[in-house]
DNA sequence: GCTTTGTACTTTGCATCCAATATACTTAGT
DNA sequence: ACTAAGTATATTGGATGCAAAGTACAAAGC
């Protein structure tokens, strides 16, 4: 027989709960500070204390939930250093990123990632602003992917989902003008891509992501 | 009455089973590829199931083990590739991490990392491999402290832990050349440190990871 | 009225139990 | 003798129960 690619069905109950409470974090369900009781959530999603205690497991080590011991965990309230902290690394880690994706770099990916952003600018012009996110989303998601250092991605996407909220509470306030630059920001790095040169595109994405970087800022110093 | 100190008595079974295999995996006790059952590790540790699985949890988290959904967890085997991953992103960030060390920098600081660099002179003399190591990782660990970055910390420590198992071994095999060249790349990088270049610093000690690299490279391809 | 001790309640952490699934072994059929 | 199905066993995943630690509130003493 033909071999056939192996079905892997990892659905635990575990994940699933993880799952919600990272998008409940993500989309400021679960505010920073918020004590995260084993029994509220358990009975919330119908399950028993366990899944829920495995969830809460995998959200520590992730660094969106932090645990005092035998008091309990609490959805972890960022400071403004370790934004800051969180960027710093990123802006060095895209870099590589960048220079691996570079050595895999096809038309097809860089049809692929125009097209996103004519997406991007479609949505912008209809002012959706949740697409125009997760065309960002997918956009970066696709360098990573190209550059095939698995680790390098895991500690990259690790970053940005422990800062995660903040990207999607500043990209709800984004005015259209913002959201205009944000789409030719995305076309210029796309076209440096191009170009092929390592050196300018690793500069150009650190650029973008500390524009990002800054946009961010601004909003959290907005809060305070 | 005068402020105490909180104490903090972090000591939950399932930390310290954690630690427990965390470090059989480092010392080589725990080969790659080991089916982890937890029936059969909580009976070593006289405890049961669930301390244990919290614990695997973690490692899973930390990547030093790897989960098949209803099949179990596995001590994960690392590929030279990921090894390589490993070393790139860590040239990166130590690098960084120097750089926030320097504004921190102190002649306290310097003297700390000097007394440490004689000790090793010292255990290298001695042929003691075992304490040069550890005097090797506390080295480390200073700079990391130093640079005040917490998430920098975490991820940083957490790629080093995750080929620990290499670098006890390659540790192991060095020769007495290699243990007097060690410790002086080691002397090496304090003095650079002390002139408070930020640049050559940075350099210097991406030189100091990347040579490393090459030590763990070629152990590493001695196994295969 | 304020502080401090004592008590009731909440919540975590660990153990045990049960069910579902995967693997290994055995047996039957060709 | 080899393949394939069926069964037994091992192991994970989830539920529940219980004890210890922590918290909050109330009562008693100053």
Request: glycine share 20%.
């Given at each position: 027989m033909q071999r056939l690619e192996p079905i892997k069905q990892s659905e635990n109950l575990s994940d699933e709960v993880a799952r919600r409470l990272r998008r409940a974090i993500r989309e400021g369900?679960?505010?920073?500070?918020t004590h995260l009781v084993e029994q509220d959530i358990a009975e919330q999603f119908r399950v028993s204390r366990m899944p829920v205690r495995i969830a809460i497991q995998k959200l520590i080590d992730e660094g969106l939930v932090i645990k005092e011991p035998r008091r309990g965990a609490y959805v972890h309230t960022f400071s403004s250093k370790e934004l800051d902290e969180v960027y710093s690394i990123r802006v060095a880690l895209e870099r590589l990123v960048v220079q691996y994706a570079l050595s895999n770099w096809s038309d097809a990916v860089a049809e692929e990632l125009e097209c996103i952003v004519e997406r991007m600018r479609q949505a912008a012009s209809a002012g959706d602003r949740q697409a125009g996110f997760e065309l960002d989303s997918r956009f970066h998601a696709i360098l990573w992917e190209l550059s095939q250092h698995a680790i390098l991605i895991e500690v990259v996407s690790s970053l940005r989902s422990r800062i995660s909220r903040f990207l999607t509470e500043a990209n709800d306030v984004l005015s259209p003008t913002e959201l205009n630059m944000h789409v030719e920001a995305h076309q210029h790095l796309v076209n440096v891509l191009k170009q092929g040169d390592v050196e300018r595109a690793k500069d150009a994405v650190a650029d973008h992501i500390l524009d990002a970087h800054e946009r961010i800022r601004a909003y959290y110093s907005y809060l305070d």
């Open positions: 369900h679960l505010k920073p500070g």
